[in-house]
């Protein structure tokens, strides 16, 4: 059973404009969630993370954004550069103590058009 | 500062084999973290450590999996004998304290033939 799903395979953009990638959970102790980007026999890197008693979060390009209700989380990258085309994975984790562990989406590829 | 470093890169052994991984966190990170992802599927936990301890590895597939992290540095994930299903990219993670992002080394990948 998928705990945290990205239902889009892929994404095609152009440079300039924004991008979101969207991000559904159906655990309800998820009280973390994190973005990760990744590059081709690179590891993830990570870009941005939000708490559960958040809504919003914003560094520079990057925006995420929480819908407890929906279960839903997104992450908005405005402008867009073709540098950003990567694999984006979604995670997140529970508030059980001492548990750290990171719950994956399958990713979605960002395409980046110049 | 140095990041997540991984050992190999790449192996490649048979079926009936041993493998050892290895990786070093970013230094003074007491937590450490393991990922494999097979397949091209999702990243999935194996196990994570507290300095020495292990916290949990809950997600470790069977007893053919061993990892240890001796006085808290750096670790390593045994696995013998490998079988055809052990294929896959290994991931390292490390964080500090109570801090949740956790960072990623560039992954070891195994190919068991």
């Known amino acids: 059973d998928q705990q945290v799903k990205q239902n889009s395979p892929s994404l095609s953009v152009q440079e300039g404009r924004i991008s979101i990638l969207n991000c559904d959970y159906t655990n309800s102790m998820f009280d973390y969630f994190l973005w990760y980007k990744k590059y081709p026999a690179e590891g993830p890197t990570f870009l941005i993370s939000?708490?559960?008693?958040?809504d919003k979060n914003e560094d520079g390009r990057f925006t995420v954004f929480l819908n407890k209700s929906a279960k839903h989380l997104s992450l908005h990258i405005v402008p867009s550069q073709p540098g950003d085309s990567a694999v984006y994975f979604c995670a997140a984790s529970t508030m059980d103590t001492g548990r750290r562990a990171l719950t994956f989406g399958s990713g979605t590829r960002l395409q980046v058009q110049p | 500062e140095a990041g997540v470093t991984q050992f190999p890169s790449h192996s490649v052994i048979e079926k009936g084999q041993t493998v050892t991984l290895r990786c070093d966190p970013i230094s003074g990170h007491d937590n450490l973290y393991w990922y494999r992802r097979v397949m091209g599927k999702e990243i999935k936990f194996l196990l994570h450590?507290?300095?020495?301890?292990?916290?949990?590895e809950s997600g470790m597939p069977n007893n053919r999996f061993l990892a240890e992290r001796t006085g808290g540095t750096y670790s390593t994930l045994k696995v013998q004998p490998a079988e055809l299903e052990d294929s896959g990219v290994y991931f390292c993670?490390?964080?500090?304290?109570?801090?949740?992002?956790?960072?990623f080394g560039p992954g070891t990948r195994l190919l068991v033939l």
């Open positions: 993670a490390s964080s500090y304290g109570w801090v949740r992002a956790q960072y």
């Open positions: 450590f507290v300095k020495e301890s292990k916290q949990d």
């Open positions: 939000i708490s559960s008693i958040k």
